[in-house]
């Protein structure tokens, strides 16, 4: 008879028998072993009813009040009970619930505690208690009272419920995540505690754990559409894609105004490339919900990438803290200024970093061999592999003195092993670490012992980044570089490499890093990047024999409507000329064909031709005549590629970093007339070199020359500066000093 229906059938009887105290002892019993078993609470609930000192008909009355929502009417008629049955338990608990309803908080904690004073044993009563501490911001008093009830009923699965949120809730997260398992423990059905345990394994990291305990929330309720929405959200981080757009449908399903699960259905929607689908995500939800700025920011960003112009005044409506989640680089194509700029990136990183710890790192001596002295730098990407950045920065680990600098690079990137362009890195450097599996913590805890001195973020708001990390402090001296063209926000981020064009002086106020500018350009490149010959020839591309071909092989996320109506103006002006593009999406190649043919000229004149590799891609540019950059964001990595392969850029001198990038380039390589600061004399260049073919051969003759002589690609003493940039700042960390801005010649 020790089993649940031998325990109920003695309570039953005892009650039976007038055995009050008796089977209310058994009924708690049951509740212990069995703590959500509905028979034993409504018996034990009944039970105490019949017992309370009030008669049954006033009771019942006060319940009907606390039911039905007139909560006032219960405290009224509560306070009046309890005047005259000072001792009831159950009018006191009532009272309290009904003051707590109201949010009359220190009248429902004094009810609860007089409960409590009637009878010390009710567990429901001491959570009740507790619940009324947090609101009034009593959270060790209520902690107190969790662990108390705990101790009385150690499998009372509520209180270690409401423990768990109370630890989650000021970043306990170990000790948080200890009171959900044990809750799952208790009671393996107890949906939200399941939930809540898998958003802290998601929170620091542990995505395939947090994937099971939502797939065991939703097992239990189908209907959990938050459950559903957040494992779409880890599914996706582990790229596995169909299965976060299968759980996002789940979620809609189960809640149609989840806008969250729209937004996150939009971003899966993005890696899948459905472009258009994804836009029509994001446009609902901010339909659903017009506060969430954040979502028609996205919504923007994308039809920038499909060249859908349409709506591009809607910008204005981005600004608000509900679009701060938002990377900040999705900014960048719609406003030219730095200060704008600025509070985007403040807004966004008090969003996406988490609270600096109170120290630095100090290497750790045991971490290096005796003897070994050399500046340590780890450089944090998910990049290193056949990629943009690292068509730049080949060289620069290349020619790093290894001898002065112990080289680290930290990968959370594809795992890519046979990668061409990574197995070449690998000979470069000292160590080469896979961080992808690992929790940010971990990320960090792996980085302090190595005993970094310096740490390098390449990502900084791009996709893919984990720069949030660099919150947690890595290394004493970190470094935003080469990544993202801006400040990231934040004060754990030390310091920003720039250059005296790119970044001019007083632009310092719009960066929260102190800046160091070298001497040429800020940009990394490699002097041996290899040029394939083209041999298809000109027909080949699409192109025609004879004709001007002006080009800009830019994201199509970076042409804007200003830029596009010069281009098409310049096509209008130069007989048989075409503009040659990258194909990027067939979205953005119908619409700029669009476009072209609402301005009067002929679509087919607009050359689109896919991605090859980087080789042959350099091989081809000698088919082009002059590289037309964009605006508010400019060629970076292609402008590199173009000047290297002999192709003269012109580009527009904008503001922002962003919009200065191939302005520095070009003066780096001797060509600063190629930079210009208004869009009629961007046009007027253009034109004047189109129709000039003299001047054009002797720019490009200028450039062959300066190729190998001017700064710009010349890789040994571009990292020789660099790495005098690394000495000052570890010698300003060894002597005490804070950061400060510095140049290097």
């Given amino acids: 008879m020790g089993g649940l229906e031998g325990l109920m059938i003695k309570a039953n009887g005892a009650v039976r028998r007038g055995e009050t105290e008796a089977a209310r002892a058994l009924y ?94 009710a567990a429901a009563c001491y959570n009740n208690l507790a619940i009324t501490l947090r609101r009034q911001n009593r959270t060790w008093e209520a902690e107190a009272v969790y662990r108390e009830v705990i101790a009385r009923h150690p499998r009372y699965a509520d209180a270690r419920y409401n423990l768990g949120n109370l630890l989650d809730h000021a970043d306990r997260a170990e000790e948080a995540e200890a009171e959900f398992a044990a809750t799952i423990e208790i009671d393996p059905a107890y949906v939200e505690a399941h939930y809540n345990l898998g958003n802290l394994r998601a929170k620091r990291g542990a995505r395939a754990a947090a994937v099971a305990c939502y797939r065991k929330a939703v097992a239990l309720k189908p209907g959990h559409s938050n459950a559903h929405n957040n494992m779409g959200g880890e599914l996706l981080l582990l790229d596995r894609i169909d299965e976060a757009l299968e759980a996002y449908a789940r979620a809609l399903e189960a809640d149609p105004g989840n806008t969250q699960a729209i937004v996150n259905r939009g971003k899966a929607l993005v890696l899948k490339g459905a472009l258009p689908e994804a836009i029509a995500a994001f446009r609902k939800a901010f339909e659903i919900d017009p506060a969430d700025r954040s979502a028609l920011l996205q919504a923007l960003f994308e039809e920038a990438h499909i060249c859908d112009w349409s709506h591009r005044a809607e910008y204005a409506l981005t600004e608000g803290p509900s679009a701060a989640a938002v990377q900040p680089f999705a900014t960048l194509p719609f406003v030219d200024d730095p200060e704008h700029q600025y509070r985007r990136s403040l807004a966004c990183a008090a969003v996406k970093f988490g609270l600096a710890p109170a120290s630095l790192p100090d290497p750790d001596p045991a971490s290096r061999l005796p003897g070994d002295d050399r500046i340590r730098i780890g450089y944090f990407s998910a990049d290193f592999h056949d990629h943009a950045t690292m068509y730049l920065m080949s060289g620069l680990f290349r020619e790093h003195d290894r001898t002065r600098f112990d080289v680290r690079l930290y990968s959370y990137g594809p795992p890519c092993e046979s990668d061409a362009s990574r197995v070449e890195l690998r000979r470069h450097v000292d160590g080469f670490t896979e961080i992808g599996h690992l929790t940010d913590a971990q990320a960090a805890h792996r980085a302090r012992a190595d005993g970094l001195d310096l740490a390098i973020d390449l990502k900084g708001y791009t996709r893919g980044t984990r720069s949030a990390m660099f919150g947690l402090r890595l290394a004493p001296v970190q470094v935003s570089y080469m990544g993202y063209p801006g400040t990231l926000g934040h004060p754990a981020m030390d310091y920003f490499i720039a250059d005296a064009v790119a970044l001019p002086p007083g632009d310092e106020r719009w960066f929260t890093e102190k800046i160091v500018r070298l001497a040429g350009c800020y940009q990394a490149n490699d002097d041996r990047r290899a040029i394939i010959p083209d041999t298809r020839g000109r027909a080949d591309w699409g192109l025609p024999e004879q004709g001007f071909v002006f080009c800009c092989f830019n994201h199509t996320y970076k042409i804007g409507p200003d830029a596009f109506a010069v281009w098409m103006r310049l096509l209008e002006a130069v007989e048989g000329s075409v503009l040659w593009l990258l194909r990027s999406n067939p ?44 605006f508010n964001v400019n060629a970076h990595t292609t402008a590199s590629d173009a000047l290297w392969a002999g192709l003269p850029v012109l580009t527009l001198t904008g503001k922002q970093f962003a919009a200065r990038v191939a302005t520095s380039l070009v003066h780096a390589v001797g060509l600063p007339e190629m930079a210009v600061t208004d869009v009629e004399t961007y046009e007027a260049t253009a034109l004047a070199l189109a129709r000039d073919p003299r001047r054009l051969a002797a720019l490009r003759t200028r450039l062959a020359k300066n190729r190998l002589t001017a700064p710009l690609f010349r890789t040994a003493d571009y990292t020789r500066r660099l790495e005098s940039a690394f000495v000052e700042m570890h010698r300003r960390r060894q002597a005490g000093l804070n950061p400060e801005h510095f140049d290097v010649d």
């Fill in 28 to 121: 708690r019993q049951v509740l212990d072993r069995f703590p959500r078993n509905p028979r034993a609470r409504a018996a034990l609930a009944a039970l105490e009813a019949a017992n309370a000192d009030p008669p049954p008909d006033r009771l019942e009355s006060m319940i009907a009040a606390y039911r039905s929502g007139a909560m006032d009417e219960a405290v009224r008629q509560g306070a009046t009970l309890a005047e005259d049955f000072p001792q009831s338990f159950a009018v006191h608990n009532l009272q309290g619930a009904a003051l707590l309803a109201l949010g009359v908080l220190p009248a429902a904690e004094a009810a609860f505690r007089r409960a409590i004073a009637a009878d010390p044993d």
């Fill in 587 to 630: 979205w953005a190649e119908a619409n700029l064909r669009r476009e072209a043919a609402a301005r009067g000229i002929d679509p087919a004149r607009l050359v689109f031709s896919k991605g090859v590799p980087h080789g042959e891609h350099l091989g081809r540019l000698a088919h082009a005549d002059l590289f037309l950059d964009t």
